[in-house]
């Protein structure tokens, strides 16, 4: 994970009289839904405006920024957000045939390769890290979760015969009866304590119980699909489309 962080925010060049508010911390008063200050006209992003962060929501700050000065500039209202447009797609091919590649791999993380200590030391200048060849690349590329693939549940096919819950890897799947989440958190075949992360619940089903799946070990295998003698599982690809700046983020007059 790569995290965003400059070596220092510090805002000493803004004038306290623009009208840009700042926070006992010195970080400017930043909208987290537009990323606008409290000067209409200026618009923060990044850790210049949250803190430090994975560099993927920094980037995502100025997709969303760059919105809300488009829609600025043009007059109209920038909370007024365009909302993602989301499909999923059985990656069903066969029995047990998939579209993608669902094999499990216990490898750990793969060292990256580094210059001898001899030579490493002898100058600042030379590069320690000499980086993967394409065959380790891919090895290390194989450990990558299919975080693109969700599980896909449909209670009028399930037969609760726990045939998912026997060969899930993670005993992430769990068919008990329903109660308050806190509850019912402690009763899962692996209690899941992580309450940021939220469980996958069903309706009930025909005995009266709820299939409940923790997605925050899941390894979206597929396992727990091709063992299903209903289908009542699928493998579906996760494709979602962003709106950005310009003419289809704007309403249409």
């Known amino acids: 994970m790569l995290i965003a962080v400059g070596q220092e925010n510090s805002f000493p060049w803004i004038e306290r009289d623009a009208?840009?508010?700042?926070?006992?911390?010195?970080?400017p008063v930043v909208d987290k839904t537009t990323f606008q200050s409290t000067q209409p006209r200026v618009f923060f992003g990044g850790d210049a405006a949250f803190g430090p962060k994975n560099i993927i929501w920094a980037v995502a700050h100025g997709r969303d920024a760059a919105i809300s000065i488009d829609k600025f500039c043009n007059g109209e209202d920038v909370r007024v957000r365009p909302g993602p447009l989301v499909n999923l797609v059985s990656q069903k091919m066969g029995i047990h045939e998939w579209s993608y590649d669902n094999d499990i791999?216990?490898?750990?993380?793969?060292?990256?390769?580094?210059?001898?200590q001899v030579i490493a030391l002898k100058s600042i200048k030379v590069e320690?890290?000499?980086?993967?060849?394409?065959k380790m690349a891919f090895a290390e590329a194989q450990r990558c979760l299919n975080c693109d693939v969700q599980t896909v549940?449909?209670?009028?096919?399930?037969?609760?015969?726990?045939?998912?819950?026997?060969?899930?890897?993670?005993?992430c799947i769990t068919f008990t009866a329903n109660g308050e989440e806190k509850e019912l958190r402690g009763r899962l075949s692996a209690p899941a304590g992580e309450f940021s992360q939220d469980l996958y619940i069903s309706d009930l089903l025909k005995t009266?119980?709820?299939?409940?799946?923790?997605?925050?070990?899941?390894?979206?295998?597929?396992l727990c699909a091709e063992r299903c003698p209903t289908g009542a599982w699928d493998m579906r690809k996760f494709l979602l489309d962003v709106t950005h700046a310009g003419p289809a983020c704007r309403s249409q007059k």
């Open 19 to 27: 009208g840009i508010d700042f926070n006992p911390s010195g970080m």
């Open 153 to 171: 549940f449909s209670p009028p096919l399930c037969i609760e015969c726990d045939a998912c819950v026997d060969i899930c890897p993670m005993d």
């Open 128 to 134: 320690v890290e000499l980086g993967f060849d394409a």
């Open 105 to 116: 791999s216990g490898d750990l993380r793969h060292k990256v390769p580094l210059k001898d």
């Open 208 to 222: 009266g119980r709820i299939m409940a799946k923790d997605e925050d070990v899941c390894l979206h295998c597929g």
